[in-house]
């Protein structure tokens, strides 16, 4: 009889021990628990789903107390349309071959649904864990959208592409000389001011992982390695029009610089605008930005300033999507969102869904 609960706290060596055995061989989760830590043990919602005493880690032992599955559970609060509900995104999710590894890969997860979970997101999935997720009716996606922008054509053609990709066709960042209606801070965030912009303006309209002022707290102001700034665009009240997430990524030793847009938030042109103008001043070096958000609901002052979606089928744009170490293979992130079928009601299938993920969500963006 396969035993199925979470890891206590003091079991910390043998969860490294089974991430490294089962997962992978010097994984970053191994050579950095820091990193680990940050996600399954430091978030704010862990001791509510998992106990106090516990990671939200879950595994799995067979009779002879062997570890022979493991599934990294990231408890976070989940939106719909201005509603709250208990959500989780998995961070490493894999069971031994000889256990079967389909029906003891449901089984954690099914241990981790128990818990109240009524929503789920997952990017960067296997092929079996893809195929669990049709079979549960979640929301499918075989390439998370993505828009580029450039600000340094030159070292982005020597750099990130090959050599016969023609100049052309890469989007380049304009901005906009106009005068500003917003005022720009950058890591000033203020909890009050920031949940009643969520919870009154944003939340209402949109589908995906609660970003108030806790999620943000946790997720990037307590990073324990990457490190992030917030930019804000507020009016002569001191009320928020818009939030964006950024950090910058050093490639190849500095002889490029990447910049990573996690969380672009705004819901009117000029805020919009002016935020996205903002983001990319925050940096001087920048030679490429990058955003993945599942639909575009707040892509407009981005586009409005130069950055294009890449589609699917522009297979000869191939700007690394990887960078520590480069990897030239085009490759697509795949995911999926799972939704309770008592709640599915509330999607409207025929609209423009709003679903607001980003890169920010799950592990996508942690130290390698």
């Not at 509603?83 to 490493?92: D, F, L």
């Not at 016969?164 to 989007?171: A, S, V, Y």
């Not at 950090?247 to 610089?257: N, P, Q, V």
């Not at 294009?308 to 480069?326: D, E, G």
Request: aromatic share 14%; glycine share 6%; proline share 4%.
């Amino acid at each position: 009889m396969m035993e199925i609960r979470f890891f206590r706290k003091d079991e910390k060596e043998k969860l490294l021990s089974a991430i490294n055995t089962l997962w992978s061989n010097n994984h970053v989760y191994v050579r950095k628990p820091e990193v680990l830590e940050h996600l399954v043990l430091n978030t704010p919602y862990r001791a509510d789903f998992a106990g106090k005493d516990n990671y939200s880690y879950v595994g799995m032992w067979d009779d002879n107390g062997k570890i022979v599955g493991i599934y990294g559970s990231i408890p976070q609060k989940f939106n719909i349309l201005g509603k709250e509900y208990c959500s989780e995104s998995a961070t490493t999710w894999l069971v031994d071959k000889t256990c079967g590894q389909k029906i003891s890969g449901l089984a954690l997860r099914d241990f981790c649904y128990s818990k109240n979970i009524k929503a789920a997101v997952y990017f960067g999935l296997s092929n079996d864990a893809y195929c669990i997720n049709i079979g549960y009716g979640a929301y499918m996606t075989k390439d998370f959208p993505r828009w580029i922008g450039i600000q340094q054509k030159e070292a982005v053609q020597k750099y990130l592409l090959p050599n016969d990709t023609p100049k052309n066709i890469l989007p380049e960042i304009c901005l906009y000389q106009k005068e500003k209606k917003y005022k720009t801070e950058i890591d000033n965030l203020r909890k009050d001011e920031w949940n009643e912009f969520y919870f009154k303006k944003f939340a209402p309209i949109t589908i995906g992982t609660q970003r108030d002022y806790t999620f943000l707290k946790w997720r990037y102001m307590e990073s324990p390695i990457l490190k992030y700034k917030i930019v804000t665009v507020i009016d002569n009240d001191g009320q928020y029009h818009g939030l964006a997430v950024v950090r910058r990524e050093k490639i190849l030793d500095g002889a490029i610089y990447l910049g990573r847009i996690l969380e672009f938030v705004a819901l009117d042109a000029e805020s919009s605008i002016e935020l996205a103008t903002a983001v990319v001043e925050t940096y001087g070096d920048i030679a490429v930005w990058d955003f993945y958000c599942l639909s575009d609901i707040t892509a407009y002052g981005l586009e409005m300033i130069g950055f294009r979606k890449v589609p699917s089928w522009m297979n000869h744009v191939m700007l690394p999507t990887r960078f520590q170490p480069i990897d030239y293979e085009h490759m697509k992130i795949n995911g999926a969102v799972y939704i309770d079928e008592k709640l599915r009601w509330k999607i409207n299938l025929l609209s423009n869904i709003p679903w607001y993920l980003t890169r920010g969500d799950s592990d996508q963006d942690r130290a390698n």
